[in-house]
């Protein structure tokens, strides 16, 4: 029988998995599937002339969540997690290159605006401070929640929100407010909602089945884990289809888009982890679809670490990976601050 996988080994797992995932796959990323070589190692990225093993705004922008969760002690603060972004967007922070050299265009769009909303309000607008960052949020939320600006850069980013959380509507709390500075349609809201809560069902031991039966439940019964309130409906209908771990597994490559679309890239992640029995395999299923294959990569090596703890990752990725000293950093400050809760 299997020794239990220690927490602190899942939450390396987690964060090394991300990025592991995400380096595999920023190489091939928008090339179409079947249009290049099967992605199996650490390649060099062309698309931005990087060496191998440089991992891109996945991780780091999970990594801006995670110390902002962090340094605000394992609460949400939306204009400081956006100070983070700016402050990588701009001067590369918590970058693998030292600068931004990727960045989506929705994410950017949305920095813009609150760099110029929050340089005008340090100029020193009379309104209150809460009251300016609420009117803030409020134009933010106004001018992205189009169908347009459903893409997956918060998805992409929410997995602290489940490591760091205090409990599991704590995660889901954490996981909603995490995607409102950039992505605040519902859409974009339910999926990092319904992602945090499943990593978060792992971090505690939770099997593959239990997990592809709580989803469901999660979307096809009100109330559920996750919301009060229906889960939003094109979100629901194509992830609400999985009922049982067999509806995943009988689910071909073929049906699967692996596009930068929120909807397409949660299912894209979730495929590949339901449909492998190791860490590598989920990795390389993930980064193969191609098209958006770091990010699909990045949702789904989070998950999959989760669930097979970080000694499951192969040793020559992370070899390869640059940038380990920031991994290694807030994975241990999440253990430490676990460590610390009741």
């Not at 997690?81 to 950017?108: A, E, H, L, P």
């Amino acid at each position: 029988m299997p020794q239990p996988i220690p927490l602190s080994s899942r939450i390396r797992g987690a964060i090394y998995g991300l990025a592991v995932c995400d380096a595999l796959g920023a190489p091939v990323e928008f090339k179409p599937r079947g249009s290049f070589e099967r992605v199996t190692s650490m390649l060099p990225n062309d698309n931005f002339g990087l060496p191998a093993g440089c991992f891109t705004d996945d991780t780091a922008m999970t990594l801006c969540l995670a110390h902002s969760l962090l340094d605000c002690g394992g609460h949400s603060n939306m204009i400081d997690q956006v100070k983070k972004y700016i402050s990588w967007w701009q001067n590369g922070y918590m970058s693998s290159t030292g600068s931004c050299f990727d960045i989506g265009v929705s994410t950017r769009s949305a920095l813009q605006t609150w760099a110029d909303m929050l340089h005008l309000q340090s100029r020193g607008e009379d309104s209150p401070v809460q009251d300016a960052h609420s009117a803030m949020l409020a134009k933010i939320t106004h001018e992205f929640s189009k169908d347009e600006y459903c893409g997956n850069g918060s998805l992409m980013r929410v997995l602290p929100a489940a490591l760091i959380a205090s409990s599991a509507s704590n995660v889901v709390e954490l996981a909603k407010e995490s995607s409102l500075p950039t992505h605040p349609h519902l859409r974009c809201v339910h999926a990092c909602m319904i992602y945090a809560s499943l990593v978060q069902q792992l971090l505690n031991g939770a099997s593959k089945t239990e997990l592809a039966v709580s989803l469901s439940e999660s979307i096809n019964e009100i109330p559920s884990n996750i919301s009060d309130t229906p889960i939003e409906a094109v979100l629901s209908e194509r992830i609400g289809r999985y009922r049982s771990i067999q509806d995943w597994e009988q689910t071909t490559a073929d049906s699967i888009r692996s596009t930068g679309y929120v909807v397409d890239t949660l299912e894209a992640a979730l495929w590949a982890f339901f449909n492998s029995d190791t860490f590598e395999q989920a990795a390389l299923q993930a980064v193969n679809l191609g098209y958006d294959s770091d990010t699909v990569g990045a949702i789904c090596g989070g998950i999959a670490g989760t669930y097979y703890g970080f000694d499951a990752i192969r040793q020559d990725w992370l070899r390869d990976l640059k940038k380990k000293e920031l991994l290694d950093e807030a994975a241990q400050e999440i253990i430490d601050h676990r460590n610390k809760l009741p």
